[in-house]
Nanobody
Framework: QVQLVESGGGLVQPGGSLRLSCVAN??????MGWYRQAPGKERELVAT??????NYANSVKGRFTISRTIDKRTVYLQMNRLNPEDTAVYYC?????????WGQGTQVTVSS
């Protein structure tokens, strides 16, 4: 069973930065990524990384950067210039052989 463990969430002031990490017990993937879900809203794509490169939601382009370790176990989401609209539970995701696996989520709150 693939397990994903996220860390790095927390409370940050507007304009601040956070880095999320997601460690997997697998080195295999076709796509890794981050999604988020704000209260009362549907889960939405934030960023993905695959052999074809990276992909970002328009709302985070230029502010967030997704990356991974060489061993493919860990995916990061560097979040800069955070604003209150970024407040959400952030989930990492990994697709392996057509199966989608999710982490438990980490809360990010942007507030003064």
């Amino acid at each position: 069973q693939v397990q994903l463990v996220e860390s790095g969430g927390g409370l940050v002031q507007p304009g601040g930065s956070l880095r999320l990490s997601c460690v997997a017990n697998s080195t295999i993937f076709s796509v890794m990524g981050w999604y988020r879900q704000a209260p009362g809203k549907e889960r939405e794509l934030v960023a993905t990384i695959s052999g074809g490169g990276t992909n970002y939601a328009n709302s985070v382009k230029g502010r967030f950067t997704i990356s991974r370790t060489i061993d493919k176990r860990t995916v990061y989401l560097q979040m800069n210039r955070l604003n209150p609209e970024d407040t959400a539970v952030y989930y990492c995701m990994r697709i392996i052989a057509g199966n989608v696996y999710w982490g438990q989520g980490t809360q990010v709150t942007v507030s003064s």
